[in-house]
């Protein structure tokens, strides 16, 4: 099979359109021919040797992929060959085939093209998981970084269909201008005070939960935005890893921050968060109350640009390798 192989770390030349083994499915797993395959901002890391994959799992990139079945492990009943599906993965996502636990592979969302479908589960596994994790009800005030990312567009949609109330931040007037469209009540651009801006918008209450992809840089500004117990939940790591946490600003809201990762769990929890999307996220979008971000897509020899593109900051939603 053809896959995307890194033989070093480094920048976006290292990857290369090569020829390796096509993998077998395991006795519980299954063989995906893949259709496309999701690029997310953890790829980049990995590329670049900061993103090791968990012990066990491929080097080759890649965590999501729409294809259909090409084989089913034994062990596994309820997949026959030819059937579509999407699949959440630790890695190997960048290839013709990829074998996966069947836990992590569902039928895409009715009516929803397959190449569209492989940008879907990585985004929304994580956004559920995080908002289950930080107990986001209707009615509560949630802010998310980040608005127009793979991440973002599917938060703010979600929550909105939570039926939270929703603040976001993003970089540019073009991309606040997206937030709204998503159904964020307010966006704010992330140069400027947007805590001020969200105290103001909220007549001070703060947020009930932040979903946010900056980590140490937002620390305290995060804890400062909170709202009396309020939920802070940092899944990414663009601003730093190391920040001060001022324990007594967050004794006094009585807050809790909390961080996750959604690819070094165990497969029973991801094969849980799978169901769990397959079973409350994808009726949203068959409804047409969640659509899938605005897409990009690179044929999968042109790789090496969808990662210049997605590190250049100029990218909406999500970007898309097709296989062909
Ligand atoms: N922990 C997990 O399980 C998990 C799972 C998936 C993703 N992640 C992490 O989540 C992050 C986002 O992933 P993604 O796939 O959505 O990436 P993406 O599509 O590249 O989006 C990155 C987002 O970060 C925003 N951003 C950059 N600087 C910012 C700032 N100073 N303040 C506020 N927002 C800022 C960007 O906004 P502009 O475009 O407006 O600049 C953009 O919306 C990444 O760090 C990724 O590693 C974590």
Known sequence: ????????????????????????????????????????RADLLQRQGHYPPPPGIT???????????????????????????????AGGGYAEFVAVPAGQVVRPPAGLDLVSAAGLIEVAATVTSNFTRVGLAAGETVLVHGGTGGIGTFAIQYAAALGARVFTTAGTAAKLALCRELGAE???????????????????????????????KYLTANVDALADDGRLVVIGMQGGRKGTLDLSTLLAKRGLVTATSLRGRPVAQKAAICAEVAQT?????????????????????SVAEAHRHLASGDAFGKLILTWG
């Not at 999501?64 to 030819?82: L, M, N, T």
Request: net charge negative.
């Open 59 to 89: 080097d080759i990139i890649g965590l999501e992929v729409s294809g259909v079945i090409a084989e089913v492990g034994e062990g596994v009943d309820d997949w026959r060959p030819g059937e579509q599906c999407v699949a959440l993965l």
């Open 186 to 216: 307010a966006a704010f651009d992330y140069h400027e005070d947007w805590q001020g801006a969200l105290l103001g918008a909220t007549a001070g209450h703060g947020a009930d939960v932040i979903l946010d992809v900056i980590g140490a």
């Open 1 to 40: 099979m053809r896959a995307i192989v890194t033989e070093s770390f480094g920048g976006p030349e290292v990857l290369q359109l090569l020829d390796v083994p096509t993998p077998e499915p395991a006795p519980g797993e299954l063989l995906i021919r893949v259709s496309a395959s999701g690029v997310n």
């Open 281 to 301: 996220v994808w009726p949203l979008v068959e409804t047409g109350t969640i659509k899938p971000a605005a897409e990009t897509r690179f044929p999968a020899a």
